[in-house]
């Protein structure tokens, strides 16, 4: 899941100097990790220009270690604290998703007060929304994006970057409903109800604005039916007639139903 984040653009410090010695410098980064770069003493401004530069060609592995860079040799300067936000920003754009957590977590437990921490955490989220899978994998890292996108909401409820993280917890709450209703499935499929029922009464509880209820409640009617429960599946399918009575998962629980009436 690629999404697009706002785009930093931070003002350069750029002098004849740092242009000069340009090449040079980002050529000593290229294709090296932030542990493979080595020591070379540089002045803030060539850092940031080259790492600036590196960035805006796309190499983002490069400018990230040029980010780190600043940090690494000025760490007392105005720019580093700019630089390890753009460090993880191009570990971002770079898809080492790990990297950029990391360097987005360094500089909220440097800077935890400074205006560009909602930023961070928003990059932190994003991180982990976007390592996303399937539903047929494990769901860690979906619920890691979530506690992710809470947090900044939580923290900054009023940035722009909250506004997005509401619209992604939706579709990630949506991700976790499809996880447990797969495992439900697999195990009507294997007629083990008591342990489907857990699941599709998971979704429900927890779930209940995904677009997956509809569904949990016709397979929570079968469940109990299979059960022979036939008083709790007709709650499942009254309340499922109550808020979706239009869909084909309320007429296959009243098909049910008349086949199946409780006492």
Not at 102 to 131: T, V
Request: aromatic fraction near 10%; include cysteine; proline fraction near 4%.
């Amino acid at each position: 899941m690629r999404m697009i984040s706002p785009r930093l653009t931070p003002r350069l410090i750029a002098t004849s100097a740092a242009l000069a010695v340009l090449v040079t410098a980002s050529g000593c980064a290229r294709n090296k990790s932030k542990g493979d770069t080595p020591y070379i003493a540089r002045d803030v401004n060539t850092l940031y220009t080259a790492a600036k530069t590196r960035l805006d060609h796309n190499d983002f592995r490069t400018a990230a270690a040029l980010f780190d860079e600043v940090e690494r040799q000025h760490p007392y300067s105005v720019w580093a604290r700019r630089a390890e936000l753009m460090s993880a920003y191009s570990y971002y754009l770079g898809r080492d998703y790990n990297k950029s957590i990391d360097s987005a977590q360094r500089f909220l437990s440097i800077h935890p007060g400074n205006k560009d921490a909602p930023y961070a955490y928003y990059l932190i989220a994003l991180d982990y929304y976007e390592q996303i899978s399937d539903v047929t994998r494990d769901q860690k890292i979906t619920q890691q994006a979530l506690d992710s996108l809470g947090e900044l909401i939580r923290r900054y409820p009023e940035t722009r970057y909250a506004a997005d993280a509401r619209l992604k917890i939706d579709l990630v709450r949506d991700h976790l409903a499809g996880k447990e209703m797969e495992i439900g499935r697999f195990y009507q499929r294997r007629s083990q109800w008591l342990a489907s029922v857990i699941r599709f009464r998971k979704v429900i509880d927890e779930y209940d604005s995904t677009t997956h209820t509809p569904e949990a409640l016709e397979r929570l009617t079968e469940s109990y039916l299979a059960l022979g429960i036939p008083e709790e599946a007709k709650k499942a399918a009254a309340v499922l007639g109550a808020n979706y009575p239009g869909s084909k998962w309320y007429e296959r629980a009243y098909k049910l139903m008349q086949k199946h009436p409780a006492a």
